[in-house]
């Protein structure tokens, strides 16, 4: 079969039969390493779906193309080409789509990084393009596979140890819960491949890892193993529904094969992603960014979680004094049930609040503890009094079967354990951002509060919304974001810069809008690997994790103090969830153990509030036993990038002594029981 070669920046493509099928993968001139795709049999680097009106589908791959071609211009950017993509429903084909096909592959940042895009050009008029699914690559593993690894950005970011671990996985981007970037990356003993869609609008799309073992008999000679993993990228056009639409990828798919491991990707990934505007500019520009002492002065060093009312009044305050005092810093307290409608019941109905939270914000503010309380920025109760009187329904997420205008919309709904349907509201609507809105106001103005904590916003993937009277083309596109960064917008002028707004997990692009991301749901700690803070630090603030009475209770507090001491050695504001039970007399050594990590984060705030993550320290704890929670540490550049401070933590109730390696230095440490130390290094 006929191959040819193109080589983009370091990175070769090779590129088989009559319609350019992507064969292999490979850094150019690195003959130590092996291929990155090695396809045996010929296959499309993209495919594409469209439907049509009666809810025919027609799949197209480069293998129906009537014609390809490729070339490379002087600027090095290689184009290819199919033209006449034609095909029909596999169970109907009384009607024929038609696509043509353009790809770019242009030279990155770096050696070996290129910017791969799409523009796939609808020709049938009959037809919608419903996603385009680009690249696509069957990665080779290194060897058996039993040392590569696989990162992607789960919460604080996730790693899969060893070919036999890896999952498929199929996740909606961006969504702070489980998708809260926009890279890959696959690490070989012999070097590492990263995938990252560079979309400052952060379309919807999903990412894909697929477990794609070949028959052995198809395996080429030249590799071990008949094992693959496929990644790939799904895009959602603009215009979903819409006969005749098509797609012009308005971000490129970054690929890199690079030498590295995950923190080399971050960084790379870095490079792009700390000049988002999301990353810098508050949505209320043209306010300036807050100058960095206006940055170090909203951080919260702790964070409490307050039920009204799930005790008196009184014993509340009494409780708060005494943690405040015992803690000796600022503390900030999310404040549920404030409202006397059920939690995930009748939103956004909170008001009228409970006959309690007057006088329990009263007191805090008393006592100087910051108050923000809890609501939902996205979801509304289908049988709320105001989703009827409201009619409210207009401006709720409009999903659609997959067909050419589709007659029925519908409202999708959410469950949440409350029993109750919750309905997504589309943020491109000004009758919904009105809505969050207002609530902030009177959070804010009525209740005397600090800031609001509006959850979900950060945490939910941008959903493809088909209305027609949103204002937004229906299907994919940037409304999502734009809609929430306006929200944000319209939140400050109705509530002023200095109140404390808060939201759901690690969206990259909440990073300059909300004072704090709440980590709340992540702690695996075997598989999770500090990906958001080694792109983001300096730029964004993660606060707390979720734990329970059983955390703190059980064990002397082990579990407890291990989430605490990783989020201080990985810059989180520390805390979430009732600090009242350090009160406990036996709980007194993780009390004095909070208090010292607290002081340890207060004296060094600007190193977390504005410096930079390094690569995190290996340890080697000698002196443990398997139960120990291990010792933790993290290296940090000052902001002035002068200076690095190695942060070390013992969550143990027993002495430890453990090996740090860092850069070229080792550095033996001992560290006496539930201590935390800081050194410059
Ligand atoms: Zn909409």
């Not at 009177?442 to 800031?451: A, F, K, Q």
């Not at 229906?474 to 109140?499: C, H, M, N, S, T």
């Not at 300059?512 to 730029?539: I, K, N, Q, R, T």
């Not at 902001?639 to 690095?644: K, L, T, Y």
Request: proline fraction near 7%; include cysteine.
């Amino acid at each position: 079969m006929k191959r040819q070669e193109i080589t983009v920046n370091g990175l070769t493509i090779e590129l088989c039969g009559e319609t350019l099928e992507l064969a292999t993968l490979r850094r150019a001139a690195n003959p130590g390493v092996a291929a990155w795709v090695n396809n045996p049999a010929p296959a499309s680097m993209w495919s594409v779906q469209l439907v049509d009106a009666e809810g025919r589908r027609a799949e197209l791959t480069s293998a129906k193309a009537a014609k390809a071609d490729v070339s490379v211009a002087s600027s090095g950017v290689a184009t290819l080409v199919w033209r006449d993509v034609r095909g029909q429903d596999a169970r109907d084909a009384s009607a024929t789509a038609a696509v043509d096909v353009m790809v770019t592959v242009a030279p990155g940042d770096v050696t070996g990084q290129a910017m791969w895009r799409i523009r796939v050009d609808n020709r049938a008029p009959a037809w919608t393009l419903w996603q385009v699914v680009f690249p696509t690559l069957a990665v080779v593993p290194g060897g058996d596979g039993s040392a590569d690894e696989f990162y992607y950005p789960d919460g604080w970011g996730r790693r899969f140890k060893g070919l036999a671990n890896m999952t498929d996985l199929h996740r909606r981007a961006s969504r702070g819960w489980d998708w809260g970037m926009q890279l890959v990356a696959y690490v070989r003993p012999d070097g590492l491949l990263t995938l990252a869609t560079l979309d400052e609008s952060c379309s919807p799309k999903s990412f894909h890892l697929v477990r794609r073992d070949l028959d052995p008999a198809d395996a080429p000679a030249d590799t071990i193993a008949a094992k693959r993993v496929e990644l790939s990228v799904t895009h959602f056009p603009e215009d979903m529904t819409v006969g005749g639409n098509s797609f012009s990828s308005p971000y490129p798919v970054a690929v890199a094969a690079v030498d590295g491991d995950w923190f080399d990707a971050c960084q790379l990934y870095a490079r792009w992603a700390r000049r988002q505007p999301w990353a810098v500019t508050p949505a209320h520009a043209p306010l300036p960014k807050p100058p960095a002492a206006g940055r170090v002065a909203r951080e919260v060093h702790c964070w409490h979680v307050l039920q009204v009312p799930d005790k008196p009044v009184e014993t509340h305050l009494a409780q708060l004094q005494k943690l405040a005092d015992a803690l000796d810093i600022d503390l900030a307290a999310q404040v549920y049930n404030w409202h006397q409608v059920p939690f995930d019941v009748s939103y956004p109905d909170y008001f009228p609040v409970r006959p309690e939270t007057l006088p329990v914000l009263t007191g805090l503010r008393r006592l100087g503890i910051r108050s923000l309380p809890y609501i939902n920025g996205r979801l509304w109760d289908i049988n709320a009094p105001s989703w009827t009187d409201r009619q409210a329904e207009r401006f709720c997420v409009h999903y659609s079967a997959q067909r050419v205008n589709p007659r029925t919309l519908f409202p999708y709904l959410e469950e949440y354990g409350s029993g109750q349907k919750l309905s997504p509201m589309c943020p491109a609507t000004d009758f919904w951002r009105a809505t969050v809105v207002d609530l902030c106001r009177r959070i804010v103005g009525e209740l005397g509060c600090d800031g609001v904590y509006i959850d979900q916003i950060a945490a939910e993937k941008a959903e493809l919304c088909f209305s027609r009277d949103h204002g937004h083309a229906p299907g994919g596109g940037r409304f999502w974001l734009d809609g929430y960064r306006k929200l944000l917008r319209e939140i400050r002028q109705a509530v002023g810069p200095d109140v404390l707004l808060t939201t759901e997990c690690n969206w990259e692009a909440c990073l300059a809008d909300y004072d704090a991301l709440l980590s709340w749901a992540w702690f695996v700690p075997d598989a999770e690997v500090p990906m958001f803070p080694a792109v983001y630090a300096g730029l964004g603030q993660s606060f707390g994790c979720v734990w329970s009475k059983e955390d703190v209770q059980r064990n002397d507090g082990r579990v407890f103090a291990h989430k605490m001491a990783r989020l201080l050695v990985w810059g989180a504001q520390l805390g979430w969830g009732d600090l009242t039970l350090l009160l406990d007399q036996p709980r007194r050594p993780l009390l004095d153990f909070m208090r010292r990590l607290c002081a340890l984060r207060r004296q060094h705030v600007s190193t977390f509030a504005l410096g930079r993550m390094l690569r995190p320290p290996t340890v080697t704890d000698d002196t443990a036993a398997p139960a120990e929670p291990p010792v933790q540490a993290g290296l940090w550049q000052t902001p002035d990038g002068d200076a690095r401070q190695l942060f070390v933590v013992n969550p143990s109730p027993l002495p430890r002594r453990a090996m740090l390696r860092f850069d070229n230095q080792s550095l033996l440490v001992e560290l006496s029981s539930l201590h935390a130390e800081v050194w410059a290094v």
